[in-house]
């Protein structure tokens, strides 16, 4: 595998367009570096909503000087904890974007308020030059700007007047500078949620008419672009939906609150987005585990679809997003049959094209392994892998590529290279069920294969059969040089499933739920792990089937309830 720029072009026009999006950030940030003496923002006209779940008790480690953020537990003790700088990347992000103010509102006494008037206070009193650099990355200034207006309340709950004229510049200062970087945001969600932001601030702070409009624009066309018709993110990833729905549909109500004129493209995109989120979720609740998609805020999500109005079972495919949804006799399956994202958006894609996941009631049964929790675990590059999906693997090669060097990784955020350049979908009603057909060829170049999946779903649920297909391409098929079996089929089971290898196949159950596993090949349980739970990577089991394609290029296989 190569990364060198004239044997990759896609990763070289990568680095060219990353490069030039930190030079035109350049400007910005410098200006920043000196403190901005702005005007006072004057007393705020609105407050936007803070929909994501808050737990009061939280609020007691900040007092203990031993917090735990973004999965990590990091002690500051007596210091402030902004002036930490060896803590985790990500829990320092999460520090910095002040989300965590949630949980003094929540809290709402007056120990809580005056707690967290101390810790703005704090922040605000670091100049520029002594805050890590990450504080100002647009997506943790975007998330600290929203955060700071929806909690402005319990900041300014005991604040005097020198202290609330002090919060209120600062507020203008965060709005001016970020107004200045996002034109070099990255692509994708930073640069989205840091027009969310800045649009919420338009509405929240004393402005004129023409900065709200103007704030407006730039929102609508970010949206336009980013969320598909289907409702769905160009970075494929399930969990940006609730994300940015979390943001979105307050900021809809800050439009009516103010009187002002909402952009067309954010109704529509709430509108799209709202059954999109339905269409991912398990029968548990759950999200599906497909291109960064970890453990779910299932709270959120409840209050998220409480705002959705449409009627009737969710929709049975997202085509421009590349996701298929069959659901029959509370059984639900859904598939990854999509080309993966642009590489400047897919920081977070796996390599996962052609898995599925299943669910029987609400239990899930097969999954994939899923994003980590915390995002410097070592897990979290090898979920992205294909042979941590329920699919096909040839030769232990992921289907989509990723770039090996570690310099490049710390550049671009481990991009995903796409290897499949065409995924044919079919699906039809067979009378008996749903038949669902997908191909993809990811394994051309390096094996010469073209892999194709198809599944059908009974109509009562009770059945799931698929067979998996090898086809030569130009009749280029050949092993690598190992002499290990080439091929592997897997089926990643929930924790919760337990498995037992039996001689009428391999007996899944879990709670009242029992399926049974049958194929044409030996199938046997293997060491599996999920990485998307809330206490860490769990041990689970995978089915796995080993087979070499140059002598069988076809699997059938079944579930049965």
């Given at each position: 595998?190569?990364?060198?720029?004239?044997?990759?072009?896609?990763?070289?026009?990568?680095m060219?367009?990353?490069?030039?999006?930190?030079?035109?950030?350049?400007?910005?940030?410098?200006?920043?570096?000196?403190?901005?003496?702005g005007?006072?923002?004057?007393?705020?006209?609105?407050?936007?909503?803070?929909?994501?779940?808050a737990?009061?008790?939280?609020?007691?480690?900040?007092?203990?000087?031993?917090?735990?953020?973004?999965?990590?537990?990091?002690?500051?003790g007596?210091?402030?904890?902004?002036?930490?700088?060896?803590?985790?990347?990500?829990?320092?992000?999460?520090?910095?974007?002040?989300?965590?103010?949630?949980?003094?509102?929540?809290?709402?006494?007056?120990?809580?308020?005056e707690?967290?008037?101390?810790?703005?206070?704090?922040?605000?009193?670091?100049?520029?030059?002594?805050?890590?650099?990450?504080?100002?990355?647009?997506?943790?200034s975007?998330?600290?700007?929203?955060?700071?207006?929806?909690?402005s309340?319990?900041?300014?709950?005991?604040?005097?007047?020198?202290?609330?004229?002090?919060?209120?510049?600062?507020?203008?200062?965060?709005?001016?500078?970020?107004?200045?970087?996002?034109?070099?945001?990255?692509?994708?969600?930073?640069?989205?949620?840091?027009?969310?932001?800045?649009?919420?601030?338009?509405?929240?702070?004393?402005?004129?008419?023409?900065?709200?409009?103007?704030?407006?624009?730039?929102?609508?066309?970010?949206?336009?672009?980013?969320?598909?018709?289907?409702?769905?993110?160009?970075?494929?990833?399930?969990?940006?939906?609730?994300?940015?729905?979390?943001?979105?549909?307050?900021?809809?109500?800050?439009?009516?609150?103010?009187?002002?004129?909402?952009?067309r493209?954010?109704?529509?995109?709430?509108?799209?987005?709202?059954?999109?989120?339905?269409?991912?979720?398990?029968?548990?609740?759950?999200?599906?585990?497909?291109?960064?998609?970890?453990l779910?805020?299932?709270?959120?999500?409840?209050?998220?679809?409480?705002?959705?109005?449409?009627?009737?079972?969710?929709?049975s495919?997202?085509?421009?997003?590349?996701?298929?949804?069959?659901?029959?006799?509370?059984?639900?399956?859904?598939a990854?049959?999509?080309?993966?994202?642009?590489?400047?958006?897919?920081?977070?894609?796996?390599?996962?094209?052609?898995?599925?996941?299943?669910?029987?009631?609400?239990?899930?049964?097969?999954?994939?392994?899923?994003?980590?929790?915390?995002?410097?675990?070592?897990?979290?590059?090898?979920?992205?892998?294909t042979?941590?999906?329920?699919?096909?693997?040839?030769?232990?090669?992921?289907?989509?590529?990723?770039?090996?060097?570690?310099?490049?990784?710390?550049?671009?955020?481990?991009?995903?290279?796409?290897?499949?350049?065409?995924?044919?979908?079919?699906?039809?009603?067979?009378?008996?069920?749903?038949?669902?057909?997908?191909a993809?060829?990811?394994?051309?170049?390096?094996f010469?294969?073209?892999?194709?999946?198809?599944?059908h779903?009974?109509?009562?649920?009770?059945?799931?059969?698929?067979?998996?297909?090898?086809?030569?391409a130009n009749?280029?098929?050949?092993?690598?040089?190992?002499?290990?079996?080439?091929?592997?089929?897997?089926?990643?089971?929930?924790?919760?499933?337990?498995?037992?290898?039996?001689?009428?196949?391999?007996?899944?159950?879990?709670?009242?739920?029992?399926?049974?596993?049958?194929?044409?090949?030996?199938?046997?349980?293997?060491?599996?792990?999920?990485?998307?739970?809330?206490?860490?990577?769990?041990?689970?089991?995978?089915?796995?089937?080993?087979?070499?394609?140059?002598?069988?290029?076809?699997?059938?296989?079944?579930?049965?309830?």
């Amino acid at each position: 595998m190569t990364t060198g720029f004239v044997d990759e072009p896609r990763l070289a026009g990568l680095m060219v367009r990353e490069t030039l999006r930190r030079l035109r950030g350049v400007a910005p940030a410098m200006v920043a570096l000196s403190p901005l003496a702005g005007r006072r923002a004057g007393s705020l006209a609105a407050v936007p909503a803070d929909l994501r779940r808050a737990e009061p008790g939280l609020v007691e480690s900040f007092y203990s000087g031993h917090v735990r953020l973004a999965g990590h537990d990091v002690e500051f003790g007596s210091r402030s904890p902004f002036a930490l700088r060896q803590a985790p990347r990500s829990w320092m992000a999460e520090l910095h974007g002040f989300g965590w103010l949630r949980h003094f509102t929540e809290a709402g006494d007056a120990l809580a308020a005056e707690q967290a008037r101390v810790l703005v206070g704090d922040w605000l009193g670091f100049e520029r030059r002594a805050l890590p650099r990450l504080a100002f990355d647009h997506e943790v200034s975007a998330r600290r700007l929203v955060s700071l207006l929806s909690h402005s309340p319990i900041v300014l709950a005991q604040a005097d007047e020198m202290f609330a004229r002090r919060f209120e510049a600062g507020l203008a200062r965060q709005t001016r500078h970020l107004a200045r970087a996002a034109g070099s945001a990255p692509d994708g969600m930073p640069r989205l949620l840091a027009r969310i932001a800045l649009a919420t601030a338009a509405l929240c702070q004393p402005a004129r008419r023409c900065a709200v409009r103007g704030a407006a624009k730039l929102l609508a066309e970010e949206l336009d672009r980013q969320i598909h018709p289907d409702g769905g993110h160009v970075s494929r990833n399930p969990a940006a939906i609730p994300t940015l729905l979390a943001d979105l549909l307050p900021l809809r109500q800050l439009f009516a609150h103010r009187n002002q004129a909402m952009p067309r493209a954010l109704f529509s995109a709430i509108d799209r987005m709202l059954p999109a989120l339905r269409f991912f979720q398990h029968g548990d609740g759950a999200l599906a585990l497909f291109n960064g998609a970890g453990l779910a805020d299932r709270a959120l999500l409840h209050q998220l679809l409480r705002y959705d109005e449409t009627l009737g079972e969710p929709v049975s495919a997202l085509r421009q997003s590349g996701y298929q949804r069959l659901a029959a006799g509370g059984t639900v399956l859904l598939a990854d049959t999509g080309l993966p994202p642009a590489p400047a958006v897919a920081g977070e894609a796996h390599a996962g094209t052609l898995a599925f996941e299943f669910s029987s009631g609400r239990r899930r049964m097969v999954v994939n392994c899923g994003a980590t929790v915390r995002a410097e675990d070592a897990g979290r590059r090898l979920a992205r892998n294909t042979a941590a999906h329920s699919t096909l693997v040839l030769g232990d090669h992921s289907s989509s590529r990723f770039a090996k060097s570690p310099a490049l990784d710390r550049y671009l955020g481990v991009p995903l290279l796409p290897g499949p350049t065409r995924v044919p979908v079919s699906r039809e009603d067979t009378g008996e069920g749903q038949l669902l057909t997908a191909a993809h060829d990811g394994y051309r170049v390096p094996f010469g294969f073209v892999h194709e999946r198809e599944i059908h779903l009974s109509r009562d649920g009770r059945r799931i059969e698929g067979i998996d297909r090898l086809f030569q391409a130009n009749g280029r098929a050949h092993r690598p040089a190992s002499d290990e079996p080439l091929g592997m089929l897997r089926f990643h089971l929930h924790p919760d499933v337990t498995a037992d290898e039996t001689p009428s196949g391999i007996r899944l159950s879990h709670g009242e739920e029992v399926w049974w596993f049958r194929s044409e090949v030996a199938a046997r349980l293997e060491d599996s792990i999920l990485f998307a739970d809330r206490s860490g990577a769990r041990p689970t089991l995978q089915i796995g089937i080993v087979f070499d394609p140059m002598e069988r290029t076809e699997l059938a296989w079944c579930f049965e309830r």
